[in-house]
């Protein structure tokens, strides 16, 4: 699990916003002055420690520390950053309906499509990441789902990786039409973006984003 160390180094590091970046920027100058004045007063029979220095520069970094970590909070406040995967918890066990092309990991996939009313025959194309046609096979000429197990058109089992899949319909004349294809995936975890969005981790070991899902439900 990445999602802890993720959240971490996000907590340690968050982004501020325009006018806190311009706040830090200000104080910075504003120290750089004051350091320079005290350092062009200051006796040189007696001169400033460098601990002393040292001192001064991890004070301000630790201000400017803090004003990131304020940002973070007010992310979290404000419904983004990590307080968003409270609400996307919820979903975790749910499976997401998504666009094809999906990810073939070994285990079957669950297809949905809706063919065209009046079809006389429907098959499912199934192509690689290249687009060459690996397979095909006959789809119901009704809308509903169908389980394709990653066999080749010969039935020999295909490598994982990702995969292209439409329905190809013809009608009574031989016309034909062609359908899209979205797959179910189980959602098993979810995570946050460097730049705060909200992403789903797939069964599959896909990861996307959040509003990518077209429909949800429970298994």
């Known amino acids: 699990m990445t999602s ?18 311009s706040l830090i920027s200000s ?11 005290q350092m062009q007063n200051q006796d040189p029979l007696n001169p400033m420690e460098s601990t002393e220095f040292a ?6 970094s630790g201000v400017e520390q803090q004003v990131r970590t304020n940002a973070w909070l007010e992310q979290i406040a404000g419904g983004g950053g990590a307080g968003g995967l409270t609400t996307l918890s919820g979903l975790i066990g749910m499976e997401a309906e ?3 092309p999906a990810r073939f990991a070994g285990s079957p996939l669950t297809l949905r499509a809706s063919v065209p009313p009046g079809a006389a025959s429907a098959q499912l194309i199934i192509r690689d990441a290249t687009g060459q046609e690996v397979a095909r096979q006959d789809w119901p ?4 789902e169908v389980t394709w197990a990653g066999s080749s ?10 995969y292209f899949f439409s329905v190809e319909a013809r009608d009574a004349s031989g016309a034909l039409r062609e359908a899209p294809v979205t797959h179910l995936a ?3 975890e979810v995570r946050l973006s460097a730049e705060g969005a909200g992403l789903l981790v797939l069964s599959n070991g896909s990861e996307i984003p959040a509003n990518a899902a077209l429909a949800l439900r429970r298994p």
């Open 55 to 60: 001192t001064q520069l991890a004070t301000f």
């Open 27 to 37: 104080d910075f100058q504003t120290f750089l002055k004051m350091l320079t004045t």
């Open 141 to 144: 000429r009704t809308s509903g």
């Open 4 to 21: 802890v160390t993720s959240l971490t180094s996000a907590a340690q590091a968050p982004q501020p916003t325009g006018s806190q970046s």
């Open 98 to 100: 998504l666009p094809t």
């Open 186 to 188: 189980a959602i098993k």
């Open 153 to 162: 058109a010969s039935g020999t089992p295909l490598p994982q990786g990702e």
